[in-house]
């Protein structure tokens, strides 16, 4: 069904032989001037799911791309355990084939999306042009923080799918208690459990590894995000290198690109037209690699206050 509902758009699809197994990806020729879009989405999540967002964004990019993380979507399941590990190099894998060689790509990328996408820009910052974070996850908690974060996830009855999809939507979906029941079947597949199982605090990303980004960073983080603990907005808030543009709409919950890909476009072809505008200076990127980041635009926002 999702790769029906993908082809109707234009997007097809391919698989990617990795070490973990084959990736899948759906990808579309656009009409822009920006070579590559690259959009990671969340955990138990696909890249079908940016579907609507992908096609208002044909106009700036040249070539769009979605992965199905490892074990996720029609991506094959790891032979090893599936842990953050298997995520993370899988990953790595998959874009070293679907970027041609000396491409820089723009990363979109949304919750567990956002958290990969960072660890890329700093494992490859050659081939990233910018970051696009949308309520990404990875930020650094206590343990009991870890832990009430990750029974969110781990769905035991009908009780527990309802109450995370009214934390994921901003509004109450039509269908709710049909889309609670497929979703707590799906949350009990072995390899999210295996990889709800293997977070640890020891993977979370350190302050270093945000204000270390070169790339220019594009933050969106909702006023009604009920998934992550206002603690991990406030993280990025502290962390990200001073040119990060900071956009937190009143209206938008944890997965925007679900229930207002519009202005969620909106926001992404304002950041990468002003990008386009700036006049950018070189600058040192993580490994002695060149990259490039533009001069600050606007005042970052104390944690906790929300810009429009």
């Known amino acids: 069904m999702q790769r029906f509902a993908m082809a109707r758009r234009g997007f097809r699809s391919r698989m990617v032989p990795t070490s973990f197994g084959r990736i899948h990806a759906y990808e579309g020729r656009g009409q822009g001037a920006l070579p590559i879009g690259v959009f990671l989405h969340g955990f138990s999540a696909s890249g079908a799911q940016f579907g609507r967002l992908m096609s208002r964004l ?45 491409a820089r790509a723009s990363i979109i990328g949304n919750s567990m999306g956002g958290f990969a996408a960072i660890r890329y820009a700093n494992f490859r910052p050659e081939r990233v042009e910018s ?39 901003a509004k109450r979906p039509p269908l709710r208690r049909l889309i609670a029941r497929f979703l707590m079947r799906h949350m009990g597949r072995p390899q999210f459990r295996s990889l709800i199982g293997s977070l640890d605090t020891s993977i979370l990303l350190r302050p270093e590894e945000l204000s270390g980004l070169r790339c220019p960073t594009l933050f969106v983080w909702g006023g009604q995000d009920d998934i992550l603990p206002p603690a991990s907005r406030d993280f ?8 990060a543009v900071i956009r937190q709409p009143p209206e938008f919950g944890h997965s925007p690109q679900l229930e207002h890909p519009k202005p969620l476009a909106q926001l992404i072809v304002q950041f990468l037209k002003a990008l386009e505008a700036t006049q950018l200076r070189p600058a040192s990127a993580p490994g002695g690699l060149g990259s490039f980041v533009p001069e600050p635009r606007e005042a970052r926002p104390a944690p906790g206050k929300a810009l429009g």
Do not use: K
């Open 58 to 102: 044909t106009g700036s990019f040249q070539r769009l791309v979605a992965i199905d993380l490892p074990a996720h979507g029609l991506s094959e399941v790891p032979r090893r355990q599936v842990d953050y590990a298997a995520l993370r190099d899988g990953l790595v894998e998959a874009l070293d084939t679907l970027l041609p060689y000396g």
């Open 131 to 169: 970051l696009v974070l949308v309520s990404p996850g990875g930020a650094a908690m206590a343990p009991e923080e870890l832990d009430e974060l990750r029974s969110l996830f781990e769905m035991e009855n009908m009780a527990d799918a309802i109450d995370f999809l009214d934390r994921l939507f």
């Open 236 to 243: 990025f808030l502290a962390h990200l290198p001073s040119h």
